[in-house]
């Protein structure tokens, strides 16, 4: 009998489409000044939180690129039954949730609304309990022992060098 694989998409566009609504109205009360507190207002900063968010937004799509659509897509290891620990996988158990997290952190640093830097600590424990709830229960199951020693070595929600 052949293992189930899991769902080609699992929970990930819920938290995509989650996070970044929630980005995009923090942005919108920022700028339209329902939120006028936490606003940075020295130019210096200013510039320094917008170059930040930049560098922030641009590593968040690479990585997000590598995951959905670089030669090594999850995709075929979803339909495969492999675990997929190389490339992008080496450095971050869920690149595409992390890509998509970094970008509208990124975002909100280019607000420079000190309120708004709230969010990146919601998204990652959103995105921590939503694994751990799901996504992650299901590859122990399927991947047993493999799985486990994947997650000792590599961070579920930042990008990182590998633990030894």
Not at 137 to 142: A, G, I, M, S, T
Not at 151 to 164: A, D, G, L, Q, S
Request: with cysteine; charged share 15%.
């Amino acid at each position: 009998m052949e293992k189930e694989h899991l769902p080609i998409y699992g929970v990930g566009p819920f938290y995509g489409v989650g996070i970044i609504a929630v980005t995009v109205i923090g942005i919108v009360l920022s700028v339209t000044g329902v939120i006028k507190s936490g606003r940075i207002e020295n130019t210096g900063l200013i510039v320094g939180f917008i170059v930040m968010g930049l560098v922030i937004l641009l590593l968040g799509f690479f990585i997000w690129k590598a995951a959905a659509l670089g030669s090594k897509s999850i995709d075929k290891y979803i339909e495969s039954n492999t675990l997929c620990t190389t490339g992008v996988y080496s450095i971050v158990r869920n690149p595409c949730y992390s890509g998509i997290m970094l970008m509208c952190t990124g975002l909100l640093f280019m607000v420079h609304n000190l309120w708004l830097l709230i969010l990146p600590v919601v998204y990652r424990l959103a995105m921590t309990i939503l694994m751990k709830c799901s996504e992650e229960k299901w590859l122990k199951d399927l991947y047993g022992q493999e799985y486990v020693e994947y997650c000792k070595t590599v961070n579920r929600c930042i990008p990182w060098f590998p633990k030894k």
